[in-house]
């Protein structure tokens, strides 16, 4: 095949620069033929198509786009850090008044008051080597216990029916269970990540399913330290029978398979994406995590 000059037809040699179909011969660059094109741009350009293509007014565009959404990613995660911090100060004045509404309504555990909870406590936080922590106690039919606060200011409030219901051995395995939370600051975590109620809500609910496993473990955490609390293993698991599945369930025994079978019958996807909106574990999981504990301790 004869050479060209640059920018004439391949197939008839046709002058037609600055079109892509020859006028003459109708030669379509899409197909076998082409323009040639100068020596150097052929070398530049390993495909001719991408070449032919390419816009310099879109890679401008893409990269105006990219820069914008970066940006805006970047005030988004601001936007989203001022809320979390705006929230934990929310939280934190918002403790304040919680403890002193508490010491108001509530009944505090004194020697005077109750001698049996107030030694309870004194027993726990001694055993967990740590300072006694105030111990209220609020009219409630469920069982159940909590503890609040933010550092030194943390405190443990009772459901009255806990303390009727559960034995002193039981009640102690609660009670050093609330404290470990406050040992290992896990009521400052709660406390940031929205559980307090005073978090910006939808920032709070996000927080509470990105933590939810963190939640989880937590509390196996809390039952270890309830465990050393109590000092043996059947108080720790009747209590926490009473608690999580009633009385009935707790005299008859705590056959692990049995509550297994009690859970959920959704497949495991389906149990999965639920537990992930749990703060607490499920209970065979918790008992069987005692049990682990107790047996590394030599205390089973």
């Known amino acids: 095949m004869k050479a060209h000059a640059p920018n004439h037809c391949?197939?008839?040699g046709a002058a037609k620069p600055g079109r892509h179909v020859c006028a003459e011969c109708g030669c379509d660059p899409w197909t076998a033929f082409e323009f040639v094109r100068p020596p150097a741009a052929r070398a530049s350009s390993a495909d001719p198509i991408a070449a032919l293509l390419h816009s310099s007014r879109e890679s401008r565009a893409l990269v105006a786009a990219l820069l914008v959404t970066s940006i805006s990613l970047a005030l988004l995660s601001a936007a989203t850090v001022g809320l979390v911090l705006l929230g934990s100060a929310g939280a934190v004045i918002g403790l304040y008044f919680q403890l002193q509404e508490t010491r108001s309504s509530l009944i505090q555990v004194t020697p005077q008051t109750s001698p049996l909870v107030f030694n309870l406590g004194k027993t726990a936080a001694h055993r967990l080597r740590m300072p006694e922590v105030e111990i209220f106690v609020r009219q409630d039919a469920?069982?159940?216990?909590?503890?609040?606060?933010?550092?030194?200011?943390?405190?443990?409030?009772?459901?009255?029916?806990?303390?009727?219901?559960?034995?002193?051995?039981?009640?102690?395995?609660?009670?050093?269970?609330?404290?470990g939370h406050i040992r290992k600051n896990h009521v400052m975590w709660q406390v940031l990540i929205g559980r307090s109620g005073h978090a910006i809500p939808v920032v709070s609910a996000v927080l509470r399913v990105v933590f939810s496993g963190w939640s989880q473990e937590a509390e196996i955490t809390a039952d270890r330290a309830g465990f050393r609390a109590a000092g043996e293993l059947e108080s720790c698991v009747s209590a926490l029978l009473k608690i999580c599945s009633g009385t009935s369930m707790a005299e008859s025994g705590h056959e692990i398979e049995k509550i297994d079978r009690a859970r959920t019958t959704a497949d495991d996807l389906n149990e999965a994406i639920a537990e992930l909106q749990l703060t607490h574990p499920p209970l065979a999981r918790r008992i069987r995590a005692l049990e682990s504990f107790a047996r590394s301790t030599g205390d089973a």
């Open 10 to 12: 391949v197939n008839c």
């Open 142 to 179: 469920n069982l159940n216990a909590y503890a609040s606060g933010l550092g030194g200011a943390s405190w443990v409030v009772i459901n009255s029916a806990t303390a009727d219901v559960l034995t002193p051995a039981e009640l102690l395995f609660v009670i050093g269970h609330e404290l």
